[in-house]
């Protein structure tokens, strides 16, 4: 296990060691990093679907007893329909998800501790931990791109297409472990197609030029400098022809394309063919055109249409899954689809659901891990934990493990050790 570089038991270690003593009991799936083989999957990327705004976990992945809006009965607001996997139901909106189950864990039992606002648990749900005055921590995406690196030459590690804030960015580990910001699938970033003023020969004499200047720079000290280099030439790999061909989607097949869905489907197409480009991390978040008018925020009357939005996942995350598995990718590429928290039982006085950070689900799908369509048990209600807790360090270490990732090592802000994961633990039970 990596430690910190002192010979005595120092405050964290000591608080490390009381947190794995509690979850002996309190957790007995979840592995201990004092084993001797990390538990390690076979993954190589990762597609993050992230639904900002609190996607309704009674709703969604774990339906209960079916409740009454207009009478405040608490329970779920649709129906529960069985799944390919015997005892594990999801909401009746969800049917080509419940049809492929056997490739999916709904994760019930996520929680934390942050307050129930969306900016701070949208941070904690990228980064894994809670906001710190003196230290600006690394997203997953960040961490994976540090740790893994990029699988080609000509294809980012880490790409975002939706929505970009310092939540998704590298934090102290710099700029290079950033992501690269799209916002239209259907063209690229716009800043690495080359003007239509510039002819190809022209860029190349550009090209040409910037080889030569470099030959004769001297070495770069400054880290922020060698990290603007870096960039640029980045940038000037990502704009050739093989990279830039990810956008073509037009070259899908008509009915594949249509299967996907709208905008949002189109944006989950894009993720398998980035993947196929070599692409480690590729979030893709749920945030254009709501089709209900409230996205996953549903206070109030934005519930009433929150059916339709249900629906579009479906049809995006099923045919994801087919069409990753259809291309050999799905135990290469984990699917994770996460919130920043979910919804209580009781409905408020418009009908709608408040926030709910204490117990709420989070979805696996693929990565080669062994699925078993659901992980962990809340009460009657889907409003406490009732088996199997899972942290957000937890559910973030088994992320890590499932593409090969050591979850228990340190990362350096400076000379300061940071966990890569404040002390996670993965589910075991996925790995065996």
Not at 96 to 117: F, G, L, Q, Y
Not at 133 to 141: A, N
Request: aromatic letters at 8%; charged letters at 20%; one cysteine or more.
């Amino acid at each position: 296990m990596s430690r910190f570089p002192t010979s005595s038991f120092d405050r964290r270690q000591f608080l490390a060691a009381g947190v794995t003593a509690a979850g002996v009991t309190a957790a007995p799936a979840i592995a201990s990093s004092a084993d001797s083989a990390r538990l390690k999957g076979q993954a190589e990327h990762v597609i993050s679907i992230w639904l900002g705004g609190g996607m309704s976990q009674i709703d969604t992945f774990d339906p209960k007893k079916k409740g009454d809006p207009a009478k405040r009965t608490p329970g779920s607001y649709y129906d529960a329909i069985p799944t390919a996997v015997n005892e594990v139901t999801v909401c009746e909106h969800l049917p080509k998800v419940a049809a492929i189950m056997d490739r999916v864990t709904a994760v019930r039992t996520i929680h934390h501790s942050v307050i129930d606002e969306h900016a701070a648990a949208t941070n904690w749900m990228h980064v894994g931990r809670a906001v710190s005055g003196t230290v600006v921590y690394p997203s997953l995406g960040s961490i994976v791109s540090h740790e893994r690196g990029p699988l080609s030459e000509t294809a980012p590690p880490y790409v975002l297409i939706g929505y970009p804030n310092t939540s998704r960015g590298p934090g102290f580990l710099g700029a290079q472990h950033s992501y690269l910001y799209l916002t239209d699938t259907g063209r690229g970033p716009t800043g690495l197609a080359r003007h239509a003023t510039v002819s190809r020969q022209r860029q190349q004499r550009r090209e040409e030029l910037l080889v030569q200047a470099r030959r004769v720079q001297p070495d770069l000290a400054d880290k922020a400098l060698r990290d603007y280099d870096a960039a640029a030439e980045l940038g000037l790999r990502l704009s050739g022809p093989d990279f830039m061909r990810s956008f073509q989607l037009d070259s899908e097949p008509a009915a594949l394309r249509e299967s996907y869905g709208g905008e949002f489907g189109q944006r989950c197409l894009l993720a398998r063919r980035l993947v196929e480009r070599g692409v480690r991390f590729i979030e893709v978040s749920h945030n254009l055109n709501f089709l209900n008018g409230a996205g996953w925020d549903v206070h109030n009357r934005g519930i009433l249409d929150q059916h339709k939005l249900i629906h579009e996942l479906d049809d995006a995350l099923a045919t994801l899954l087919l069409d990753l598995e259809t291309q050999g990718l799905l135990d290469k590429t984990l699917v994770m689809v996460s919130t920043e928290f979910g919804r209580p039982p009781q409905f408020d006085g418009g009908g709608g659901r408040g926030h709910q950070g204490t117990a709420f689900s989070c979805v696996l799908a693929g990565g080669g891990l062994n699925h078993c369509g659901a992980y962990g048990q809340t009460d009657e209600l889907s409003q406490t934990i009732a088996s199997d807790p899972v942290s957000v360090p937890d559910f973030f270490a088994t992320v890590h493990a499932a593409v090969g990732i050591d979850y228990a090592k340190y990362l350096y802000n400076g000379d300061r050790p940071v966990p890569i994961t404040d002390l996670g633990q993965p589910i075991a039970k996925l790995f065996r």
